[in-house]
């Protein structure tokens, strides 16, 4: 058909601005070969590299052949998995974050998942990062002491150190000196206890989105939430086992700016503690799922609160 209209199926005939368009949407092993077609450099500006594991001598090939300063955010995967007999092995070097830092001066995110930080100092990282996610990662105990003399600490924003369960009360006392965070996401980082709780209430006033989920969040931790973080409009508490009424009691009477709550498998919340919500009108979700609650409540909330989806599924323990 195509040769009938006299036009050639070679996708070098396309025009550079179409290819790129197509090109920005192939994962990165395709971009190595698309690059001899095109030689636009933006198409490295967003690059999510999770699918591979890279060891350090193919990283430095990937920064050293593709890497510049359009590049705006790296997502990595190291060896950090159970099933893997090398986890320990490493993919990243200081050496590394450096090159890092003078070729991609304007990265803003960097997400590393099932990374072991041990050999990198987190003085390394890129200046001007604005997100940053260590997920399923190990992070030594003390790996943040340093960050304060890291340029990055006045223009992050996000933070995001989920299910890395070595985080504790330590790290979060490290990283008290990020006053300008939005965003914390600490979930399944049990050794985070009350004490955290209240460092990160107390040192991170611009915080709007707080996930805590599997901590060791209680109602003291919640009430110091409840009184320096009035502005959160997210947060997470699933799988927080001692939460009880009175610390929703708090939550309704102070956080005002709630749009999204997630109580999954909160044991000790009853009726009692839920109708402390219906005062959230701004609530838009709120998941209450393995939560022992009557059907009553589930009306009282769902009228009151016209615009909140509400996610329930029954316990499974009743």
Known sequence: MAGEFGLSKDIEHLPENVLLEIFKYLPVKDLCTAGRVVSDNTLWRHVDLHQYKLNLHKMWKVIRCHFSNVLISLCLRGY?????INWKKQSLSDAMLKELQTRCPNIKQLELIQTNVTNISCQGLPHKLRIL??????????????????????????????????????????????????????????????????????????????????TKCTDLALHQISIHLTNLKRLNLSHCHT??????????A???QLEWLHLQDCRKITDQGLLHLLGLVHLRYCYLTDINVTEMTLEKLKTSLKECDIIYRKSQTT
């Open 80 to 84: 950090m998995d159970p099933t893997i």
């Open 133 to 214: 996610k260590i997920t399923h990662s190990y992070i030594p105990q003390g790996w943040f002491e340093q960050m304060s003399q890291n340029p990055c600490k006045s223009t992050l924003l996000e933070l995001d150190l989920s299910h890395s369960r070595m985080t504790s009360v330590i790290d979060i006392n490290h990283l008290s000196c990020l006053s300008t965070l939005s965003s914390l996401k600490v979930n399944g980082c049990y050794r985070v206890n009350e004490r955290g709780i209240r460092i990160i209430a107390e040192k991170f006033p611009q915080l709007t989105v707080l996930e805590l989920s599997a």
């Open 254 to 256: 102070c956080l005002k």
């Open 243 to 252: 939460l009880t009424d009175a610390g929703l009691g708090d939550v309704g």
